[in-house]
């Protein structure tokens, strides 16, 4: 267990439709970072925040949306589904300045 | 922004062999360099890391060399094992709270008995 909880595990939904996936950084971690894997590819950067605030956006989609609360925990929502957006989403959290990312297990989202 | 180059994609290397996994980056302001393991059906695990201040750094089996001025870094496992088969990301990123990690495109590691 890395200390970032993501929930659902799993998820398949139909084109068009929207879902939230959750993200619990480990206990102290202020950022929380969020990718996208597509089958047999890299981790695509999608966005940052830190203590509540966006920090930095990599090649997200108008259709994707995340935030994070008080609490800390994050949100990624994705919107008008397709088929392409079908992949495996990671939430990573970090402490302090820059170093030790620590990765989630995933949410494996399908869209049929 | 940064952009990180990795190769070889595939490696199979025997039982007890070495295997060495480079990867280049463009931004010379880059200062972090992490090497990730990721497991079929797993997130990505940090195995090692190494900041520009120094140029090597070993852990049992696993080492890491970065060169500033070529802008490349290299991880090597040694002695390796079934089990460190798998796929290896490097990635780099400038530190500071609005951070992020940029990735290579991975390596997929097989070790052969």
């Known amino acids: 267990d890395s200390g970032v909880t993501q929930t659902p595990k799993h998820l398949i939904t139909a084109t068009g439709q929207r879902v939230t996936l959750r993200c619990s950084p480990r206990s102290g971690d202020l950022s929380v970072y969020w990718y996208q894997q597509s089958l047999d590819q890299g981790l695509q950067f999608l966005i940052q925040y830190y203590n509540g605030e966006e920090r930095a956006k990599g090649n997200i989609l108008e259709r994707f949306s995340a935030q994070q609360f008080p609490d800390l925990h994050s949100e990624l929502n994705l919107s008008s589904l397709e088929l392409g957006d079908s992949a495996l989403y990671f939430c990573a959290s970090r402490g302090g300045q820059g170093y030790g990312y620590t990765f989630g297990s995933g949410t494996r989202l399908t869209v049929v | 922004g940064e952009n990180v180059e990795q190769h070889p994609s595939t490696l199979s290397v025997q039982e007890g062999d070495s295997a060495v996994i480079k990867c280049t980056y463009s931004d010379s302001a880059s200062n972090y360099f992490p090497w990730y393991k990721q497991e079929l059906g797993k997130g990505p695990q940090l195995i090692i890391d190494?900041?520009?201040?120094?140029g090597e750094k070993k852990d049992q089996r696993i080492a890491v060399t970065l060169n500033k001025t070529a802008k490349h870094f290299s991880l090597h496992i040694t002695e390796t094992q079934p089990e460190d088969s798998a796929v290896y990301f490097c990635?780099?990123?400038?530190?500071?709270?609005?951070?992020?990690?940029?990735f290579g495109t991975g390596t997929r590691l097989q070790v052969t008995l």
């Open positions: 190494i900041r520009s201040n120094v």
């Open positions: 990635a780099a990123s400038i530190t500071g709270t609005a951070s992020k990690l940029t």
